[in-house]
């Protein structure tokens, strides 16, 4: 099973691990990396050169000015819309590696033994022989806003901002095919998008719990973002409760 996870980047410089990649790379032949450089600057667009010039399974996308996390994400993956043959799932996965690149390995399994999962996702669940660290805050405030997500959605979603996620190729473009309505809640959006597009094939959807996650410093997404987020979410449910097209076949 080949896999493509799309890397979205700005201002990554001194925060992209270059050797986990190059390691990873090593020993993964069927995962493939596409970095995004989305429009940094910093020296951010020549450390992807250099990495994808070294490693096997990686090459690069670079835009000249920020178009934002969706949209940079959005691009990577329309880019191997000609072409969805070459890989089973196509995803995406935060370039400082607060999920780590083992993770993938887990992710694969899941996939192996389960066909019928078209969209895998990764959740931050604290619990016994997992290694999750989260500050305080950040997890209260994220335990709050899945509440609310999974109210409107009325599915029971733990972790829609995990970042690490899989689509299988015969629904993910359909999934990124329009631009996003929201700047920071693009992965909610997600969801709602496939419960609109999808509304049969909801238990295709599968959350995985990770066993490590580390909240890495520097991060774009501050608190006063959250400020932000009921009138995103707002934004979002009334779109999508408002969708009225023939629901897709999942192939």
């Not at 980047?9 to 069927?30: G, H, I, P, S, W």
């Not at 996939?111 to 931050?124: E, P, S, V």
């Amino acid at each position: 099973m080949k896999i493509l996870f799309v890397i979205p980047c700005y201002n990554e410089e001194f925060r992209l691990k270059t050797e986990a990649f190059l390691q990873f790379d090593k020993d993964n032949l069927n995962v493939h990396f596409l970095f995004v450089n989305d429009g940094s600057t910093d020296n951010t667009a020549n450390v992807i050169e250099n990495l994808c010039n070294t490693m096997q399974h990686a090459s690069f996308l670079s835009h000249e000015k920020n178009i934002g996390k969706a949209e940079a994400i959005r691009s990577g993956i329309l880019t191997v819309k000609d072409n969805p043959e070459n890989y089973e799932f196509i995803g995406y996965l935060d370039a400082d590696l607060s999920v780590p690149l083992e993770e993938i390995t887990a992710f694969l399994n899941i996939l192996q033994k389960n066909k019928n999962i078209k969209f895998l996702m990764g959740a931050r669940l604290a619990r016994l022989g997992a290694n999750i660290k989260r500050k305080k805050r950040r997890h209260y405030l994220g335990r709050i806003f899945a509440t609310f997500v999974s109210s409107l959605l009325n599915e029971p979603v733990y972790d829609t901002q995990c970042g690490i996620k899989l689509i299988h190729k015969s629904v993910v473009f359909e999934l990124f095919k329009e631009e996003f309505v929201s700047k920071w809640l693009f992965d909610v959006e997600l969801l709602f998008r496939w419960k609109a597009y999808f509304p049969n094939n909801v238990n295709m959807i599968y959350e995985h719990p990770l066993s490590t996650w580390t909240d890495i410093p520097g991060s774009k997404l501050k608190i006063g973002n959250f400020l932000y987020a009921p009138i995103e979410l707002f934004i979002i449910w009334n779109k999508y409760r408002k969708h009225s097209s023939e629901p897709i076949q999942v192939v």
